[in-house]
């Protein structure tokens, strides 16, 4: 059974940061692609960054050089590091992998960026 659990979610002022993470059961991170996607209230979802099994990284041009995706192979955990968040950066974050075509989504944790 694939289990993927989000947490780190929180409320944080404009420039501030935070790390989510993506624990997993069921399946091996490094052995597939894992992404990242938020859907903001109203608006539908999208991808944010992903990672391939090989380590190589991708980010929407909207969070690039602020956002950081990583994984810990040992704890089979990936990571979002988020500096700098803006206000548009509100949304509940999501954390997916696509395994032996299906796709499996965590609960998704929320992130609002507010003074």
């Known amino acids: 059974q694939v289990q993927l659990v989000e947490s780190g979610g929180g409320l944080v002022q404009p420039g501030g940061s935070l790390r989510l993470s993506c624990a997993a059961s069921?399946?091996?991170?490094?052995?597939?692609?894992m992404g990242w996607y938020r859907q903001p209230p109203g608006k539908q979802r999208e991808l944010v960054a992903g990672?391939?099994?090989?380590?190589?990284?991708n980010y929407a041009d909207s969070v690039k050089g602020r956002f950081t995706i990583s994984r810990d192979n040992a704890k089979n955990t990936v990571y979002l590091q988020m500096n700098s968040l803006k206000p548009e950066d509100t949304a509940v974050y999501y954390c997916?992998?696509?395994?032996?075509?299906?796709?499996?989504w965590g609960q998704g944790t929320q992130v609002t960026v507010s003074s």
């Open positions: 069921g399946v091996i991170v490094n052995d597939g692609a």
């Open positions: 997916k992998t696509d395994r032996w075509q299906t796709s499996y």
């Open positions: 990672i391939s099994p090989g380590g190589t990284t």
